[in-house]
């Protein structure tokens, strides 16, 4: 009906409710979908709503902040529309408002365009906007920290480089503090930005902790906010995954058992990143692995396997075992003693896996360090080929020299199944059964 034409020329009435009131209008009509974002930017309203920001009274920059984050959080385009009027600066200048409902508009707004992209997030800040938003989260309202928490999350994930702006402006130590606040979504923002700023690398990771999160940071995941215990094991995940020694100091920290018992407590995606976590612990060496599997690590993974639906949480925490299990045979065994080998077979076998969770679900790293035997002989009915030769080369490893094993592979069937296997003559798995045969008297074979 023509109304963006006529909404236009009332951002310049002289009466401020008018200004305000149509400002209004048009965040609501932005926020409302795409079309009517891009309607905005193309009938030449952003030049006229900004131009007049700086000397309008509050309600005003709160409604222009608003059309500008309802624009802007639309996509990477409608956002680089936003930066092209020269919005970012006068945002920025709303970020030192005296009214806190200001700041807080204009953080959200520098969010939103912030979020998209690394190109983006740079030109929030080459505006200027961290350092401010730095001051933002030690201002006393909770709605302000809230927002402003956010959107340093939102700067920093893209890049170390933009993380470490972040990180130069002196954002660690107070987003540290914030730790304990009672606010859940407080937490939720600063575990978030925390997070986003240890994932780049060592140093970032390293800087965080040094801040002195743990066991501070633990709290958080017994927290009653689903969101809280996510973002808290998503941040001890990231710390976890880049070095030996940064997981160590988890170890110690009582990390691992807090996460595994946040993984026993809770369903579905909130426990990804404990898993994950588990998962990255486990594959820096024996050691860790066998932190993880004294804290009883084990059958929270295993439960993982068998209640969730999803495969990206299975995928998950069929890598985490595989890491766990992969070290040593006594790694191995912890792994098969808790039953979990025929599940894992099932999941690869399945065709309705998805293929990271078949991918993730091949038995390939438990089975060559696995000589657990009763754990390995259910397997010998059921697998594949490319399993199979795993699976009977772990037997010909250990038949040989353990006549009790050798006895119970006969009475079990075992050796039954093995010479009804069909391999290629002079391949690996030829080689494995006659070594197994080669135990055993001619007749007994036969």
Not at 44 to 63: G, H, T, W
Not at 78 to 85: F, I, M, N, S, T
Not at 255 to 282: F, N, Q
Request: proline residues 5%.
């Amino acid at each position: 009906s023509g109304v963006m034409s006529l909404l236009r020329p009332l951002l310049l009435d002289f009466v401020p409710t008018i200004q305000q009131t149509a400002a209004l209008a048009l965040g609501r009509l932005a926020n409302y979908n795409d079309d009517l974002a891009e309607a905005i930017v193309k009938g030449d309203i952003l030049p006229l709503l900004v131009c007049s920001l700086s000397e309008q009274n509050r309600f005003y920059k709160k409604a222009a902040a608003f059309v500008l984050r309802a624009i802007g959080k639309r996509s990477p385009q409608l956002a680089q529309a936003v930066v092209q009027c020269g919005a970012l600066e006068m945002l920025v200048i709303c970020l030192e408002d005296f009214d806190p409902g200001v700041k807080e508009a204009a953080s959200w707004a520098l969010g939103y365009i912030a979020r998209h992209n690394s190109e983006l997030s740079q030109a929030v800040v080459d505006a200027g906007a961290v350092p401010l938003l730095v001051l933002c989260i030690q201002e006393p309202e909770i709605a302000l920290k809230r927002i402003a928490a956010s959107t340093l999350s939102d700067i920093s994930k893209h890049s170390p480089e933009l993380a470490q702006t972040v990180v130069d402006a002196g954002a660690i130590a107070h987003l540290a503090q914030m730790i304990l606040n009672p606010d859940a979504k407080l937490k939720r923002q600063v575990l978030s930005a925390l997070s986003q700023i240890a994932k780049h690398s060592v140093d970032l990771a390293e800087l965080v902790v040094e801040a002195e999160i743990f066991p501070v940071v633990l709290t958080c995941l017994k927290d009653s906010d689903e969101y809280v215990k996510k973002n808290g094991a998503t941040l001890i995940r990231e710390i976890a995954k880049h070095t030996p020694e940064l997981s160590q100091l988890i170890v110690n920290a009582g990390g691992v058992a807090a996460v595994i018992d946040c993984i026993g407590s809770c369903r579905g995606t909130v426990r990804l990143p404990g898993i994950m976590m588990l998962g990255y612990v486990a594959a820096h060496s024996e050691n860790l692995s066998m932190a993880v599997i004294v804290s009883k690590g084990i059958p929270p993974l295993c439960a993982c396997l068998v209640e969730e639906h999803e495969d990206h949480i299975k995928a998950a925490a069929a890598w985490a075992l595989g890491q766990v299990g992969r070290h040593t045979p006594e790694h191995a065994r912890a792994v098969a003693v808790a039953n979990v080998l025929p599940t894992l077979l099932a999941m690869y076998m399945d065709t309705r896996s998805s293929e990271d969770l078949q991918t993730k679900a091949t038995l390939k790293n438990i089975l060559q360090k696995c000589t657990y035997l009763p754990a390995l002989e259910p397997l010998l009915h059921d697998a594949p080929p490319n399993i199979m030769k795993h699976i009977i080369g772990q037997f010909s490893k250990v038949l040989p020299y353990d006549s009790k094993a050798r006895r119970l592979f006969v009475t079990t069937g075992g050796l039954k199944k093995v010479q009804e296997i069909k391999a290629e003559p002079g391949s690996l798995l030829q080689e494995y059964i006659n070594t197994i045969n080669n135990c055993y008297p001619e007749e007994i074979v036969r």
